[in-house]
């Protein structure tokens, strides 16, 4: 679509349509680049294919154990609590911690590489290795590499290390020696073949935080359905083996975790048990002991027959008592243990029957937010919020525990001194039974608290036994490590396809922003959108190789497409005439040097002498004489002189053209000092008056336009003033200027060539072919260009 735009007077044209196949031709155009492209990226890529090492992935699936589905068998002694606080998503999180990940790599050796190289191409051995290398006395955090070449069966070639190139050392295979990066033993695996030998394998030993972060950057944990306790474990690395030896363990380590962590209660509880039988067995010892000593001072003396029932409302009442004073013993165990300051992040002996159900329930609440507490300060630290949250919770917990063992302890006290007083009044009759009696019978007393406290503790440690026994695992594998032993990168396809895509779309890019960016006159469009001046043709660029002498380019006979273009130009010349008149005096001009005035100008008069015309060049570029130049007439006279000299006669300026036999040559002679004042002289008008009687056409090399005054004197003379336009060269916002000169008439009956239009350099705008019909083609012979263009004509004809 184009519009009409008024600027300055100017009047423009703009198109705002881009046209798809000009865009096509134009970057077909440089085809060479695309497979030069193609070439360097699919070559680059497919190198890039042949060194990168193969990555291969291995998954593993695993269940989560939650009441849903765990058998109600399996806790017979446990409390449910402990199951109603595993989250799928912090087991998730706790298998992504990196202390689990440190203790994995430690287990199968991940921080070891074993490599050697197929081709260009690096392939982790891992266990597969022909060799094993140990590095003694070194922090987790070492890192070294270096190379191993085995000799024999007996000896191994080391080198390559960073501090030694140059250097190597012969090592005995099983036996530790120092080297300059520690202390190492080299022993033989079982894959160790006559094949390695004098094969080179990289050794590298990596920081153990540095393959943390690289596992845990390859592993993916991720839930398999929303609702459901199953859990995919995969992970990608450079050896399958290795990957599937890695969640392996990672599986195994977290459950021995898990399990440590569940049976941290079990074994607080039997500790505290333990050293409570300890106590109260030497108490009882003491205690049977004062028996022994007071029955034999007192030779075995019993009881009267009067105190005989005393005796027994006083024994019902210490019974009683006796488990009273058992209670409380138990609830002072808890204070005293509540009360310790060393053991305030320890867990509360649980299950224990010290308090009533109700406490029991939060004892279990507390230890197992004390074991997520610990879980989570490992992995992130105690300044976490998180952290925070639980100590307030678990303090809390903790002082709800303490007040209730104190409400306890206080309602056994006031119960035992209502028995005491109502034992005091049965005792008081009692008053007539001997000393040694009573006190025989308060030995007999201590001695049943501790017998019963004794055998309670007893059970409590097989019950707690049985409890740590039939601890079970938090995760359960389904379906083992495994995966395709095909690599999943890189691909071949993918890399070339990438190259192949690269190629293509990076030229395309660079040319469409070089055609972008390019302010140069590129074709006719870019002329006729901006110009009203009438455009006479289209010179095409021409080859070095095809310029004769003085650049004429053109042949009588000649059927190429320069030929073509200036029979053309000489056929739309006959259409410039002014006043019924045809132009004879044809003037050459441009914006600058370089735009092709002087090529055109020759070949121009040598196309109008092969009409049977008498044609004359004239260089009236005083000041450079380009065309002269050419046709090496430099020495002789020329213009300067004639305009100088009012003697001279015009017959000895006047030299034969040795490219075409009608066409005669005026050089500029010397280049003069003051060529303004020559060319407003009579004298040209002379010239020119003359040189019409003489010759059917006078073509005039002129000067550009706006850098002399020559051009606007000149144009006296000129019929027809052709404005060399160089496609490539002249920049378009130069054009509106051109468009002023036209309209403002400063230019006697200007027209447009446009000249170094590239052959085939299809862009915006027309895309003429010169030839068509003529010369002589193999129809035989395949033309991918002659192909695409009738393909293209095919398409403008129907659209």
Known sequence: MNTIEKESGVVTRRDKSVNIVDLFKYLLFHWRWYVLSVLVFGGFFLYQYSKTPFMYSQSETVMIKTPMNTLATARITRPSNMYNSISVASEILQLKSKELMRQTISRIDGDMSYVVKQGIREVELYKNSPIRVELTAKAPDYNCAFKAIPVDDQYVLVKGWEDGKKDELRIAFDREVNTPFGRVRISKSRYYTSEFIGKEINVRKSSREAMVNYFSGNLKITQMEDDASLLQVSIDDRSPKRAADLITTLI?????????????????????????????QRELGSVESDIEQIKTANEGM?????????????????????????????????????????????????????????????????????????????????????????????????????????????????????????????????????????????????????????????????????????????????????????????????????????????PT???????????????????????????????????????????????????????????????????????????????????????????????????????????????????????????????GKGVSHYLADASLPLSSIIHKSNSANNVDIIPIGTVAPNPVELLLSSRLDEMILTLREQYDYIVVDGVPVGIVADAKIVDRISDLTLFIVRAGKTDRRQLPELENIYRNKQLSNLAVVLNGLKLGAAGYGYGYSYGYGYGYVDSNKFSLRRFIKSMTNRFNTKH
């Open 509 to 635: 890019v660079v040319l469409l922003l070089l055609q972008a960016l390019n302010m140069a006159v590129r074709d006719r469009k870019d002329i006729e959108q901006v110009l009203t001046v009438p455009f006479l043709g289209e010179i095409p660029l021409a080859k070095r190789s095809q310029q004769g002498e003085a650049d004429v380019v053109v042949s009588n006979t000649g059927r190429d497409p320069l030929t073509e273009a200036f029979r053309i130009l000489r056929t739309n010349i006959n259409f410039m005439t002014r006043g019924g008149v045809l132009p004879k005096v044809l003037t050459f001009t441009s914006f600058s040097t370089g735009a092709g005035k002087t090529f055109s100008a020759l070949n121009l008069a040598t196309t109008l002498s092969y009409l049977d015309k008498q044609v004359v060049v004239v260089d009236l570029d005083l000041r450079k004489g380009t065309l002269s130049s050419k046709v090496g007439a430099t020495m």
């Open 252 to 280: 195994t380590v977290y459950n021995e975790l898990s399990l440590k962590d569940k049976n941290q209660i079990a074994v607080n509880t039997a500790n505290f048990i333990r050293a409570r039988l300890n106590i109260i």
């Open 302 to 506: 019993d009881i009267p027959t009067a105190g005989q029932m005393f005796v027994n409302d006083s024994r019902e009442l210490q019974t009683e008592r006796n488990k009273i004073e058992t209670d409380i013993k138990l609830a002072e165990m808890m204070r005293q243990y509540l009360t310790d300051e060393k053991k305030q992040n320890e867990l509360i002996p649980y299950n224990t029957g010290l308090v009533d159900q109700g406490v029991e329930n939060q004892i279990s609440e507390y230890n197992t937010i004390l074991l997520r507490r610990q879980r989570l300060a490992d992995g992130s630290g105690l300044e976490n919020p998180v952290i925070k949250d639980i100590d307030r919770v678990l303090n809390e917990i903790r002082n709800n525990i303490h007040g209730a063992a104190e409400n306890a302890l206080t309602s056994l006290k006031i119960k035992r001194n209502n028995i005491q007083k109502i034992e005091n009044q049965a005792q008081g009759k009692a008053v007539q039974m001997p000393e040694k009696q009573r006190i025989l019978l308060s030995v007999e007393r201590q001695q049943k608290v501790k017998e019963e406290l004794y055998v309670f503790l007893l059970n409590k440690r097989e019950e707690n036994a049985l409890n740590q026994a039939m601890t079970e695992d938090n995760i359960r594998v389904i379906d083992p490590a495994a995966g395709s032993q095909q690599p999943i990168s890189p691909s071949k396809p993918k890399k070339f396809l990438l190259g192949m895509l690269l190629g293509f779309t990076l």
